[in-house]
């Protein structure tokens, strides 16, 4: 059974650097793209960005300047990093796991509990 | 404003057939499998239906969904108290090479 596990800051003042990780348990690491994506409170979900297995990343071009996304596969885990938030960027921060195949791109399919992340000075 | 168009609420009575609706392009939904999602309150979502009609195991039959051209409808049955939550569609978006998502459909058993 697939588990993602992730942990970071809850509270941040704006202009500084948000800071999640997510720990992959079970299931293969390779051959699959590790999301975060992030929901605003009593809002929809938007893609933040992913990175694969072997470190190629893909981010939202609306975020694309202050987002970084990494991995470190000799530990199963990928992080994100923000730059700069601002009130906007209130959410719940969920990493995520998707596939796809030869044809095919997939959105994910197991998700981490979220992370609450509040911008506030 | 999300990509994917969904109304913002639903409701039905216990035993009711319920559907709700997803509405894309021909980037996304016009060329890719939709998912649907089911998040109850407080909680991450969870895949409901995958591969426009595949359900992961666990899910009941109830949950059914159509898609033509650009759009999709999930379908609940036999509804229950326990299906109150928020429903969110999903597809790749080629334009975007990422996922979007609808805003999401509450729905409410009466």
């Known amino acids: 059974q697939v588990q993602l596990q992730q942990w970071g800051a809850g509270l941040l003042k704006p202009s500084e650097t948000l800071s999640l990780t997510c720990a992959v348990y079970?299931?293969?690491?390779?051959?699959?793209?590790w999301n975060w994506i992030r929901q605003p409170p009593g809002k929809g979900l938007e893609w933040i960005g992913e990175?694969?297995?072997?470190?190629?990343?893909n981010y939202n071009p609306s975020l694309k300047s202050r987002v970084n996304i990494s991995l470190d596969a000799s530990k199963n885990q990928f992080s994100l990093r923000l730059s700069s938030v601002a009130a906007a960027d209130t959410a719940v921060y969920y990493c995520?796991?998707?596939?796809?195949?030869?044809?095919?791109?997939?959105?994910?399919?197991?998700w981490g509990l979220g992370t609450l992340v509040t911008v506030s000075s | 404003q999300s990509v994917l168009t969904q109304p913002p609420s639903a409701s039905g009575t216990p035993g009711q057939r319920v559907t709700m609706s997803c509405s894309g392009s021909?980037?996304?939904?016009?060329?890719?499998?939709v998912y649907w999602y089911q998040q109850l309150p407080g909680t991450a979502p969870k895949l409901l239906i995958y591969?426009?009609?595949e359900r992961p195991s666990g899910v009941p039959d109830r949950f059914s969904v159509s898609k033509s051209g650009t759009s999709a409808s999930l379908a609940i049955s036999g509804l229950r108290s326990e299906d109150e939550a928020d429903y969110y569609c999903?597809?790749?978006?080629?334009?975007?090479?990422?996922?979007?998502f609808g805003g999401g459909t509450k729905l409410t058993v009466l």
């Open positions: 995520a796991r998707r596939g796809s195949d030869f044809w095919t791109n997939y959105p994910p399919d197991y």
């Open positions: 079970g299931g293969s690491f390779n051959n699959y793209y």
């Open positions: 990175v694969n297995h072997s470190g190629s990343t």
């Open positions: 021909s980037s996304n939904l016009g060329s890719n499998y």
């Open positions: 591969r426009s009609n």
């Open positions: 999903a597809a790749w978006d080629d334009s975007l090479s990422g996922p979007v």
